[in-house]
């Protein structure tokens, strides 16, 4: 059926979809790799920001004075280790927002569109209202929720796991040194983490194949589309033909306007005709003005004799010239000796027209 969906999208259909910001993009591949980042940057982190800790809370209990703090200026007093927390976690932040933003743009390119954040009211009718409801039983909301029942049966299992093989360890822990226990739960949150994100990474290239399949597929057009938009893009087929008879109507009137400055005209004598001139201060050869065929070589004829052109007949010239050598050309080499046959032809018929000016 011609409204089948089987064409692959044209690049103006990408550049429209991409404009309003319908990309192929995977949420599990930002969310695996943000999660990679955030972790390693916090795990190597952990020296500093403990470091920084300690510097505030024995700062805070050395200087303390409870008997100057009152409601007035408690949020002033508060206000610079406030500042200094911040201190703490925006560099890591700030990496966490760098690695979305790399993502991001390996994903999907350069991009950048307010179009989607604009609000579209004619969402809220009765009948989009319907079909988002439906969306709830399609197929691609289905494979979501899949999904989310396998990333959250994952970690679930990964946590088991790691945990049931280090079990004897982690109850080892029980009356150990604070610094050791703390060690040791670290290297058990470590080692979860770490396989959480790989998992999730794998999760989320096999998630980027599936939403560029889904992109591809919500992009495909019709034929009848196709065509519209080439006739958009091109121009209407018939504006097309008309231009292009009135360019063609215009270049007649003007190669029609040059036989009478020709020097001579071969023909065929009646299929073809080629008008030449031959300007030595201008061209070092002579040159084709007009030529034509049956009725436009009729007129090129009926031209020349009106203004007392001379008319020589040559079949295999008249043929060669119309065929090789281009409106308003040079004749090639090749054509030297049978062209200058016809110039001594026209001199010794005493036809000639100021040739070689």
């Known amino acids: 059926m011609s409204d089948e969906r089987t064409e692959k999208a044209t690049p103006r259909r990408r550049s429209k979809a991409k404009s309003e910001g319908q990309i192929s993009k995977s949420q599990d591949l930002n969310m695996a790799v943000t999660l990679a980042i955030g972790f390693f940057v916090l795990f190597n982190s952990m020296a500093y920001m403990n470091d ?43 990496f966490i927002m760098v690695s979305g933003i790399i993502i991001n743009y390996m994903q999907v390119g350069p991009l950048f569109t307010t179009k989607p954040l604009k609000p579209d009211f004619s969402k809220l009718s009765f009948e989009t209202i319907l079909k988002g409801f439906k969306k709830f039983f399609q197929l691609k909301s289905l494979v979501e929720l899949v999904k989310s029942v396998i990333k959250a049966s994952i970690v679930a299992g990964i946590g088991y796991s790691v945990i049931r093989k280090r079990e004897m360890e982690i109850v080892s822990l029980l009356g150990a040194d604070i610094s050791v226990a703390l060690q040791v739960l670290s290297s058990v949150l470590l080692e979860i983490l770490t396989q959480i994100c790989i998992v999730l990474f794998i999760i989320g290239l096999i998630d980027k194949k599936y939403q560029d399949y889904e992109f591809e597929k919500s992009l495909k057009m019709t034929k009848q589309e196709i065509k519209d938009e080439h006739k958009n893009s091109e121009g209407d087929p018939k504006i097309k033909a008309k231009i292009k008879s009135i360019q ?59 203004n007392n052109i001379p008319i020589v007949e040559n079949k295999p010239l008249a043929r060669t010239l119309y065929k090789i050598v281009p409106l308003d050309g040079l004749i090639p080499a090749e054509l030297y000796v049978a062209v200058a046959e016809v110039l001594a032809y026209v001199y010794r018929t005493g036809k000639s027209k100021g040739l070689l000016r």
């Not at 800790?53 to 949020?75: C, D, G, Q, R, Y």
């Not at 020709?262 to 070092?284: C, E, I």
Request: charged content about 15%; overall charge positive; glycine content about 2%.
């Open 248 to 306: 063609m109507q215009f270049a007649m009137q003007r190669m029609m306007s040059s036989v009478p400055s020709a020097d001579f005209v071969v023909t065929n004598p009646t299929h073809y005709a080629v008008a030449l001139r031959y300007d030595t201060s201008k061209a070092p050869a002579p040159q084709v003005i007009a030529k034509g065929v049956d009725f436009v070589a009729f007129k090129i004829r009926e031209i020349a004799e009106n």
């Open 52 to 94: 920084r800790f300690k510097s505030i809370a024995l700062n805070t209990f050395a200087h303390l004075t409870p008997h100057l703090v009152s409601k007035e200026n408690f949020i002033g007093y508060m206000s610079q280790y406030v500042w200094q927390m911040i201190s703490i976690v925006a560099p890591i932040m700030f």
